[in-house]
């Protein structure tokens, strides 16, 4: 058995125009989302064997602060430029290159990926995973390059955490 944690990258900053989409940090709500995030899942999952991030600045700083969080050495945070894609292709390669020893492994990514590889390995449809949701995958594979549809086990937003107003 394999599982498998992806993350969407918290909220993302607008507000610097002169800059690469892929270079956009994160705004002050998405870094307070990513440490709520963080910390919940802290206390619902063990800390997973390999972290993996995207290489745009928004789902780096995102598994900095999961990495922080759960003591996961930095040096060991692997990242991966073509996880900057907005399909699952490459979060499918991501998946099935992971060493067969990991026994779970968590990856920070962009919307619409995350979303077609949720519905195409998940076993309940999700119509839209938001920044800094969190999707678990327990995946009944010896291998990860035998991935496979699985079972969704964990599905938490920061919404879900969030004080409502009166």
């Known amino acids: 058995m394999k599982t498998l944690f992806i993350v ?13 989409d892929q270079d956009r940090p994160l705004k002050k709500r998405g870094i307070n989302d990513a440490y ?16 993996i991030s995207s290489s745009a600045m928004r ?5 900095i602060i999961f ?4 003591n996961f050495p930095l040096a060991n945070l692997k990242m991966s430029k073509s996880l900057y894609s907005f399909s699952d292709g490459y979060l499918i390669k ?8 990991y026994s779970s492994a968590i990856i ?25 949701g969190i ?15 699985g079972k969704i086990i964990l599905i938490d937003f920061p919404k879900n955490h969030k ?4």
Do not use: E
């Open 135 to 149: 999707i678990g995958i327990k995946l009944d594979i010896k291998h990860w390059k035998n991935l496979s549809k």
């Open 67 to 70: 990495c922080n969080t759960f």
């Open 8 to 20: 969407r990258h918290a909220k993302s900053s607008w507000k610097y125009t002169n800059i690469k």
């Open 36 to 51: 709520l995030m963080a910390n919940i899942m802290l206390n619902k999952i063990n800390k997973p064997d390999v972290f």
């Open 108 to 132: 920070f990514s962009h919307d619409h990926g995350i979303n077609t590889f949720v519905n195409r390995f998940g076993n309940q449809r999700i119509d839209h995973v938001p920044t800094c």
């Open 94 to 101: 991501t998946v099935k290159a992971l060493d067969s020893d």
């Open 163 to 166: 004080q409502k107003s009166l």
């Open 59 to 63: 789902a780096l700083q995102t598994s």
